[in-house]
């Protein structure tokens, strides 16, 4: 399987945490930088996290930064996102791909859903 595989989502109150999980094939996590993208209903899909050489940095929009941290694990090739003081703003469906995003390289993601 070549495509990510998400989870981790869930429905939480506002100001709550959640962690998502972004599972990779071997091949693309070692030799690719990966983002978290989302996308909520009616809205363009947004670049959320991005890791740039290899993971040795990692940028973050302004929407979530100081909110968000993302992290990975080598042994099991998946990246993490920590998602804390969630807004409502924040429902969408999560996704992870490359950086930059391939066409092929979208899993199914995975919803979040922050109430008020």
């Known amino acids: 399987q070549m495509q990510p595989v998400e989870s981790g989502g869930g429905l939480v109150q506002a100001g709550g945490s959640l962690r998502l999980s972004c599972k990779l094939p071997r091949i693309t996590f070692m030799h690719n930088d990966i983002s978290w993208y989302r996308q909520a209903p009616g809205k363009q899909q947004r670049e959320l996290v991005a890791?740039?050489?290899?993971?040795?940095?990692?940028s973050y929009a302004d929407s979530v930064r100081g909110r968000f941290t993302m992290s990975r694990n080598v042994d099991n090739y998946t990246y993490y996102v920590q998602m804390d003081s969630l807004k409502p703003e924040d429902t969408a469906v999560y996704y992870c791909?490359?950086?930059?995003?391939?066409?092929?390289?979208w899993g199914q993601g995975t919803q979040v859903t922050v109430s008020s």
């Open positions: 890791t740039h050489t290899r993971g040795g940095r990692t």
């Open positions: 791909n490359t950086n930059p995003a391939r066409r092929n390289g």
